[in-house]
Nanobody, 122 residues
Framework: QVQLVESGGGLVQAGGSLRLSCMHS????????IGWFRQAPGKEREFVAK????????DYSDSVKGRFTISRDNAQNTVYLQMNSLKPEDTAVYYC???????????????WGQGTQVTVST
């Protein structure tokens, strides 16, 4: 069964840091690119970052570039999102997802996790 499970969300003050983890099942997802997305209340789900299957290519939205870092440990079947200098506008449910197409579009991602809440207070 294909699975992605996020963890690491929580409540943090503005300027603080969190590290999200996305554990994915072996096999198919080990050869996929993994993306992080987020969805704030009343807003559409938006792209945050993505990483290629080998970890050598990454891509970030302008809103998080320079503050967030995506990485993956294929031996542990885990993708990380290190989030630094957090802002209240980063508050959202964060999802990881898997794709076989190098894209920022949500409809190109076939498998999704259940999400983890990140809340940044002022």
């Amino acid at each position: 069964q294909v699975q992605l499970v996020e963890s690491g969300g929580g409540l943090v003050q503005a300027g603080g840091s969190l590290r999200l983890s996305c554990m994915h099942s072996r096999g198919t997802l080990s050869s996929s690119a993994i993306g992080w997305f987020r969805q704030a209340p009343g807003k559409e789900r938006e792209f945050v970052a993505k990483i290629s299957r080998g970890g050598d290519n990454t891509d970030y939205s302008d809103s998080v570039k320079g503050r967030f870092t995506i990485s993956r440990d294929n031996a542990q079947n885990t993708v990380y999102l290190q989030m630094n200098s957090l802002k209240p506008e980063d508050t959202a449910v964060y999802y990881c997802a898997a794709t076989f197409i190098w894209s920022r579009e949500t409809n190109k991602y076939r498998y999704w996790g259940q999400g983890t809440q990140v809340t940044v207070s002022t």
